[in-house]
């Protein structure tokens, strides 16, 4: 019985599921150990292996959650600050939300992995996030995903029915970001110059009115263009110029690596920044500086100027 082509839908479940990749890989695990040791009691004719993987996996991930606070982004933990020099202290004891590293699974559902969408999902209990999950990503019908959950077709069509509604309410969770749109890829082109230009003007230009710029592990965010553009002249104020960017992509959004300029030469890796482009504009920048993070993404600490050369 093989398990091993599941593995990768199955990491992007568990991460829908608890907001954290490195959990879900550790999920994925225990969820494939499980099925191992389970693999003599499997019924073929009663659920497919996939079916029945997710089973497991769901239950795992319900245990896992039990008792547990939600994921957040600083967004959502309170009003948008107003300083832009305001110290940053970062808050490690709040398990924030993580990005999902594209490149290290081939999983073709990431338009619903979108950060804003996560983290609205963390919201939701447990039991309506699954099965949200189950019935709207994966189409598992209502009678499947009963037979997963321990429950009920008619407590599954009730718990979706919730979750649609909690998740009206998300705002720019339901942006949809697609990072090879060619609109998408000028925007990003553009930004990146700006950035290793240190030219906020360029940068701002770039931004919508409404711009969220926020930065986990540091529970601050900022609201507005204006404000948007203040911290950025502190970070280069701050950090210098002569920037160093790698684009990549996260959670099925365009994203980049920012390596700040060291006094003796080459760069150091800073910060992991995934854009949310609307309207040819970027709408939100969520940066990351865990190095966790940097880890998931397989991201040098350190790089020379000459190995920035990539295609614009």
């Given at each position: 019985?093989?398990?091993?082509p599941?593995?990768?839908?199955?990491?992007?479940?568990?991460?829908?599921?608890?907001?954290?990749?490195?959990?879900?890989?550790?999920?994925?695990q225990?969820?494939?150990?499980?099925a191992?040791?389970?693999?003599?009691?499997?019924?073929?004719?009663?659920?497919?292996?996939?079916?029945?993987?997710?089973?497991?996996?769901?239950?795992?991930?319900?245990?896992?959650?039990?008792?547990?606070?939600?994921?957040?982004?600083?967004?959502?933990?309170?009003?948008?600050?107003?300083?832009?020099?305001?110290?940053?202290?970062?808050?490690?004891?709040?398990?924030?939300?993580?990005?999902?590293?594209?490149?290290?699974?081939d999983?073709e559902?990431?338009?619903?992995?979108?950060?804003?969408?996560?983290?609205?999902?963390?919201?939701?209990?447990?039991?309506?996030?699954?099965?949200?999950?189950?019935?709207?990503?994966l189409?598992?019908?209502?009678?499947?995903?009963?037979?997963?959950?321990?429950?009920?077709v008619?407590?599954?069509?009730?718990?979706?029915?919730?979750?649609?509604?909690?998740?009206?309410?998300?705002?720019?969770?339901?942006?949809?970001?697609?990072?090879?749109?060619?609109?998408?890829?000028?925007?990003?082109?553009?930004?990146?110059?700006?950035f290793?230009?240190?030219?906020?003007?360029?940068?701002?230009?770039?931004?919508t009115?409404?711009?969220?710029?926020?930065?986990?592990?540091?529970?601050?965010?900022?609201?507005?263009?204006?404000?948007?553009?203040?911290?950025?002249?502190?970070?280069?104020?701050?950090?210098?110029?002569?920037?160093?960017?790698?684009?990549?992509?996260?959670?099925?959004?365009?994203?980049?690596?920012?390596?700040?300029?060291?006094?003796?030469?080459?760069?150091?890796?800073?910060?992991?920044?995934v854009?949310?482009?609307?309207?040819?504009?970027?709408?939100?920048?969520?940066?990351?500086?865990?190095?966790?993070?940097?880890?998931?993404?397989?991201?040098?600490?350190?790089?020379?100027?000459?190995?920035?050369?990539?295609?614009?």
């Open positions: 019985m093989e398990f091993e599941y593995r990768g839908e199955l990491v992007a479940y568990c991460y829908r599921m608890v907001g954290s990749f490195h959990e879900a890989e550790d999920l994925v225990e969820t494939m150990l499980r191992w040791k389970a693999r003599d009691r499997y019924d073929r004719t009663r659920a497919s292996v996939r079916t029945w993987l997710y089973r497991i996996a769901a239950n795992v991930c319900l245990s896992a959650l039990e008792g547990r606070a939600r994921r957040p982004l600083p967004s959502g933990l309170g009003a948008p600050g107003g300083d832009p020099w305001v110290p940053l202290t970062p808050a490690f004891d709040i398990p924030w939300l993580q990005p999902f590293p594209d490149a290290r699974y999983t559902m990431r338009a619903d992995m979108r950060l804003a969408l996560v983290a609205a999902m963390q919201v939701l209990p447990p039991r309506q996030r699954a099965v949200l999950v189950l019935r709207e990503v189409e598992f019908s209502a009678a499947e995903v009963a037979v997963q959950l321990g429950t009920t008619t407590a599954v069509n009730s718990a979706l029915q919730r979750a649609r509604g909690a998740l009206a309410d998300a705002g720019d969770a339901g942006e949809v970001n697609e990072p090879d749109d060619p609109g998408v890829r000028a925007v990003i082109g553009r930004y990146v110059r700006a290793e230009a240190a030219d906020v003007p360029a940068l701002v230009r770039l931004l009115d409404e711009a969220v710029l926020e930065m986990p592990p540091v529970p601050l965010w900022y609201r507005g263009s204006r404000d948007y553009g203040l911290f950025m002249r502190r970070v280069f104020e701050t950090r210098g110029t002569g920037w160093g960017i790698r684009q990549l992509t996260a959670n099925g959004q365009p994203a980049l690596a920012a390596y700040a300029p060291e006094p003796g030469g080459g760069h150091r890796l800073h910060t992991l920044q854009f949310t482009v609307t309207g040819g504009r970027v709408a939100r920048n969520v940066v990351f500086a865990d190095p966790r993070v940097f880890e998931a993404f397989d991201l040098p600490e350190r790089i020379s100027a000459g190995e920035f050369r990539q295609p614009r």
